[in-house]
């Protein structure tokens, strides 16, 4: 697809993108069974478009996928964590639908393509199939010991499953997010849910950050809902960018992947390292910028992120983007090497 640009484009993900509304929402009819997926992958070589570049501040760009399905539930890709590193892959749409697969690379260590891709739809206590998509707008997505934490938007919650690719079932427990239900937006809720270091000061404990839910100095709600710290912090709002996505730096720091949009700028994307010390029970935690890109780069409305070791040390960061089931976006796969010095 023709990655295009101009104000038509940037008019539409305001029609969409930012405000949730996929043209043509995914839902399908009858058993939740899971359904194979036919998933090409067209390699994207640079990150900025037309420049041979690799390194951008600390990131270093390894390769891309630009992936297309004829499968009509394909696309809305919200969420994602690897259960194998930069291979085996679980992940959640925010039109209701886990999706399963395998990532591959190159003998460059590129990323190659996409296998095995699955998909099934959420289902209820009953094992019926959700078919109202304000029940089921999965954002974020948590992964520890065979358990799937995911979060939802417009119907507000938490909620944990037990991992089963061949079958994932309803929830079996929801959990108390501790942010008062009332100071999250309808649509602006958990985007990030994610563990902590298992070997700090909230020894792995689930750690959840809204999208854009304010306080009234204008920080965003977030909070520590295990571990022996509990508590509602906010994450100081950092410009017009609101907060998609992140997980936990071997670090122990926290890296968030934020998006925004404006007629003039179009759709930016950016990477922030919120210092590990700064997520704590009623502090309004904060860190640099690490990396940001617009629409001359090779983005798209990005919504997920993981943080993954490779088997040569190099810590790496993956995102993906969500294309709203629009003909207009598209679905990404980027990958990059975080350099530590």
């Known amino acids: 697809m023709i990655f295009l640009r101009g104000g038509f484009r940037q008019t539409f993900f305001a029609a969409t993108a930012l405000f949730g509304m996929a043209l043509a929402p995914a839902i399908a009819a009858g058993p939740s069974a899971v359904e194979m997926v036919e998933v090409s992958a067209r390699p994207i070589s640079n990150f900025h478009i037309g420049s041979a570049d690799k390194q951008f501040g600390p990131l270093e760009f390894v390769g891309g996928l630009e992936m297309t399905s004829p499968t009509r539930d394909f696309g809305a890709l919200s969420a994602f964590r690897f259960l194998k590193p930069g291979s085996d892959l679980i992940g959640v749409a925010d039109t209701g639908f886990w999706f399963f697969g395998t990532l591959t690379h190159d003998a460059e260590r590129r990323p190659s393509g996409i296998q095995s891709f699955r998909m099934q739809q959420m289902v209820d206590a009953s094992g019926r199939p959700i078919d109202k998509k304000w029940q089921v707008d999965a954002e974020g997505l948590a992964v520890k010991d065979g358990i799937a934490t995911v979060g939802f938007e417009r119907d507000q919650r938490v909620a944990q499953f037990k991992i089963d690719p061949d079958n994932m079932s309803a929830p079996f427990k929801q959990l108390n997010y501790l942010v008062p239900a009332r100071e999250l937006r309808q649509n602006r809720g958990f985007e990030t849910v994610t563990h902590a270091n298992p070997y700090g000061q909230h020894e792995g404990g689930l750690v959840v950050v809204s999208e854009k839910s304010?306080?009234?100095a204008g920080n965003i709600y977030?909070?520590?809902?295990e571990g022996p710290h509990k508590g509602v912090f906010t994450v100081k709002r950092n410009g017009d960018f609101d907060i998609t996505d992140g997980a936990f730096l071997p670090d122990g720091d926290l890296l968030l992947l934020e998006?925004?949009?404006s007629m003039a700028g179009g759709v930016k994307m950016r990477l922030r390292r919120i210092y590990g010390e700064s997520v704590e029970k009623g502090a309004v935690a904060d860190g640099p910028v690490l990396?940001?890109?617009d629409m001359g780069y090779q983005i798209d409305n990005m919504e997920g992120l993981d943080v993954w070791t490779r088997d040569?040390?190099?810590?790496?960061?993956?995102?993906?983007?969500?294309?709203?089931?629009?003909?207009?976006?598209?679905?990404?796969?980027?990958e990059f090497?975080?350099?530590q010095d």
């Open 312 to 334: 040569d040390g190099a810590v790496m960061v993956s995102l993906i983007s969500d294309d709203n089931h629009s003909i207009l976006q598209r679905n990404l796969y980027l």
């Open 222 to 225: 977030a909070a520590i809902i």
């Open 259 to 261: 998006r925004s949009f």
């Open 214 to 216: 304010l306080d009234k």
């Open 291 to 293: 990396m940001e890109a």
């Open 337 to 339: 090497i975080l350099h």
